[in-house]
């Protein structure tokens, strides 16, 4: 595997993908960003330049580093863009058919050294390296939204990964200040396998035990510690996104906690889904 990560291709610069893409070219690493358009790609670097300006205005980085990590930066709609990448992460729509032509077309591309990660939420990293000759070079690289925020990062171990792409990816991790974890490639892996089950539960109380959405998100906070509520969360993660990946779950475990609570699927099907739409738990505006 390649020794060193110099060069970063991050393909789909979508929600995750920028914030990747913004990670890497802070931490000093050339990056190539492949969207389907230019223009998507270039919009994906206009709110790249927008929030490193905003660190500069909060003085927690200064105009010359602002302007080197944008400069790192390149775009391109072609993959074979990413020829000489030491590592590519993947983060395109959540569905396996397109996820699997890509590994195989990037498998063409790509250096034979070079380690092809996954940031898929709820699909098997397995599966996604199935159709690739060596699939020893994919692992998962799990980041959270958002992504320049979040500290996590998990390293997905699929059944044939190998163990230098394994750490090559964790190095890699580490080097944009994440702090990474080891895992297996199961079902949510580690944090989505507790936490959406766990939300599931506090929506189902909200209904058993009649208490208030604020008197759960109390309750949660004062006596379980939480820095916040289980609904001011959901409203944050988006009340849609966490029913798709519950029904992930529930469709690949069969576990009744995995399934949605049909509150949250109304309240998704109803487009409440939280911050975003401005309204879910909460109302927002
Ligand atoms: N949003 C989250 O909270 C979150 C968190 C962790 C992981 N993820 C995972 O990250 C991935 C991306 O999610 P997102 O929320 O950023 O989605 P998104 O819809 O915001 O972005 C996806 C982007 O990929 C682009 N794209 C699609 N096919 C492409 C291709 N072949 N080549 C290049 N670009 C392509 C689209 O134009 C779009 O801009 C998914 O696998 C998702 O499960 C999402």
């Given at each position: 595997?390649?020794?060193?990560?110099?060069?970063?291709?991050?393909?789909?610069?979508?929600?995750?993908?920028?914030?990747?893409?913004?990670?890497?070219?802070?931490?000093?690493?050339?990056?190539?960003?492949?969207?389907?358009?230019?223009?998507?790609?270039?919009?994906?670097?206009?709110?790249?330049?927008?929030?490193l300006?905003?660190?500069?205005?909060?003085a927690?980085?200064?105009?010359?580093?602002?302007?080197?990590?944008?400069?790192?930066?390149?775009?391109?709609?072609?993959?074979?863009?990413?020829?000489?990448?030491?590592?590519?992460?993947?983060?395109?729509?959540e569905?396996?058919?397109?996820?699997?032509?890509?590994?195989?077309?990037?498998?063409?591309?790509?250096?034979?050294?070079?380690?092809?990660?996954?940031?898929?939420?709820?699909?098997?990293?397995?599966?996604?390296?199935?159709?690739?000759?060596?699939p020893?070079?994919?692992?998962?690289?799990?980041?959270?939204?958002?992504?320049?925020?979040?500290?996590?990062?998990?390293?997905?171990?699929?059944?044939?990964?190998?163990?230098?792409?394994?750490?090559?990816?964790?190095?890699?991790?580490?080097?944009?200040?994440?702090?990474?974890?080891?895992?297996?490639?199961?079902?949510?892996?580690?944090?989505?396998?507790?936490?959406?089950?766990?939300?599931?539960?506090?929506?189902?109380?909200?209904?058993?035990?009649?208490?208030?959405?604020?008197?759960?998100?109390?309750?949660?906070?004062?006596?379980?510690?939480?820095?916040?509520?289980?609904?001011?969360?959901?409203?944050?993660?988006?009340?849609?996104?966490?029913?798709h990946?519950?029904?992930?779950?529930?469709?690949?475990?069969?576990?009744?906690?995995?399934?949605?609570?049909?509150?949250?699927?109304?309240?998704?099907?109803?487009?409440?889904?939280?911050?975003?739409?401005?309204?879910?738990?909460?109302?927002?505006?």
């Open positions: 595997m390649a020794e060193e990560i110099r060069k970063v291709g991050v393909v789909g610069l979508g929600a995750m993908g920028a914030g990747i893409a913004q990670l890497c070219v802070e931490a000093g690493v050339e990056t190539v960003g492949r969207e389907v358009s230019a223009e998507l790609g270039e919009n994906a670097r206009d709110r790249i330049g927008h929030f300006t905003r660190k500069v205005e909060k927690q980085m200064d105009q010359a580093a602002r302007d080197a990590a944008v400069g790192r930066l390149s775009l391109t709609t072609d993959l074979a863009g990413l020829a000489d990448c030491d590592l590519v992460i993947e983060a395109i729509v569905e396996l058919g397109p996820k699997q032509e890509l590994f195989a077309e990037l498998e063409r591309i790509c250096r034979p050294d070079a380690v092809l990660a996954t940031n898929t939420s709820a699909l098997s990293v397995t599966e996604i390296a199935s159709r690739v000759a060596s020893g070079r994919v692992v998962g690289m799990h980041f959270f939204n958002p992504a320049p925020l979040m500290p996590l990062v998990e390293i997905v171990r699929a059944e044939l990964s190998s163990d230098d792409a394994f750490e090559t990816a964790y190095a890699f991790g580490a080097l944009l200040g994440k702090h990474p974890i080891r895992c297996n490639d199961t079902p949510g892996f580690v944090v989505n396998r507790i936490l959406i089950p766990l939300l599931n539960d506090c929506v189902r109380t909200l209904d058993e035990a009649r208490v208030t959405v604020e008197d759960l998100d109390a309750g949660m906070k004062h006596g379980a510690g939480w820095p916040m509520g289980p609904c001011e969360l959901l409203d944050l993660v988006g009340i849609d996104v966490h029913v990946a519950s029904e992930a779950l529930w469709d690949k475990l069969r576990e009744p906690r995995m399934a949605p609570p049909a509150r949250l699927v109304a309240m998704a099907n109803a487009g409440l889904y939280g911050r975003k739409s401005g309204r879910g738990f909460y109302t927002y505006g």
